[in-house]
């Protein structure tokens, strides 16, 4: 019951960060939407990070293989998506540049470390 639980919290997020993508395409920087090139990256690294946890948590004999699928299937949309409004986006759209950086570069760096540690 707990893969269950797991593999729908995972599917959900993606799900979720996919639709965020999608909104983006269609007018690239406003609101709702994606900000800029580095809200794209956090948002992939977290989408793969959450497939490898599931994977790790997940007993793949319990939840049917169509499961995993969607959950490929949602994060490749996801870097469809990103890849066709990447030109569109600034790298970083913040007042705060410095801080803006540094909050990507730590939210990448702990997605890659978590998705290596899991592997």
């Known amino acids: ?36 090139r580095g809200e794209i990256l956090t948002v992939l690294t977290t989408d793969v990070t959450l497939l490898v946890l599931a994977r790790a948590l997940v007993d793949w004999n319990v939840v049917p293989w169509p499961l995993w699928l969607v959950g490929l299937a949602l994060t490749a949309a996801a870097v469809l998506l990103g890849g066709m409004i990447w030109d569109r986006l600034p790298w970083i759209a913040s007042a705060r540049r410095p801080l803006r950086i540094a909050s990507v570069t730590a939210q990448v760096a702990i997605a890659v470390a978590a998705t290596a540690v899991l592997l």
């Open 1 to 36: 019951m707990v893969a269950w639980i797991l593999i729908a919290v995972v599917l959900f997020l993606i799900g979720a960060t996919t639709v965020q993508l999608a909104r983006t395409r269609r007018a690239a920087g406003q609101r709702g939407g994606v900000r800029d």
